[in-house]
């Protein structure tokens, strides 16, 4: 073992680097939401105190209200992609045809445009459908950007589920729907995780949309109540970390939570 960690020694190196990498911004957010903002010292530095002041001047914003907006988007989007995606994803994977593989082929297409590119033709339709500053029109706009996601990881994994259930379930009198309730949908509870965190991150971390669509300061997300810290005159650095904590907090937990499941459902969908 010690010989291959010498031989090695050069990947170990690679993953400390890469982990202090993704750890830094989080070091700065923490000390910077504890620091007084008269505070001289370095940002790199933690202070030797705790100032609960920031926290307070963040609950003072829409941090709060923001919370609960991503959480009502954030939840039905999810359930939304979930559900669409599990029973878009079915017939994908088992019917074998040049058009589902098109289909297929056009699900991947559209997770490749940049969102931020087609925001005029969006807004427009957006704006028709009178979803703007609406809680609908969110979850709408999240659900279609996110869908190609949800189908691409369960069409894959059911994909590698045996055919031969689907036969004798059909030999059973089951139809194709009852088929994917009762014998494929016990099965994705592994990827089902995965599903949720990554779209469920997205969700919540979304700013581009939450930007153009909530006008109306009556309907926030986590974004956009922290983003209320930075102005054109001044700006609270110290406020806008603290809330940014504190949003930080729910998808953290969400995700040591499903963090074996999510682990699971990745893995099992790379090897099938």
Known sequence: MKTAMKKNWWRYLLTVAILLLYLAPFYILIGVAFKMPSDPSSRWILPNYIYLDNFAKALEGRILQGMQGSLIITLCSVSLIICVGALAAYPLARNKSKLNKAVRGFILGVMMVPPLSILVPIYSVMKVINGISTYYGMVLLLLTFQLPLSIFIYSNFIASIPTALDEAACIDGCGPFRTFISIILPQLAPVTASVAILTGVTCWNDYQFSLYILQKPQIASVTLAVSDFFAQTSS????????????????????????????KGMVDSAIK
Request: without cysteine.
């Open 236 to 263: 609270n650095v110290f406020a806008a970390a603290a809330a940014a904590l504190l949003g930080l907090l729910p998808i953290a937990v969400l995700f040591l939570l499903l963090q074996k499941h999510f682990i």
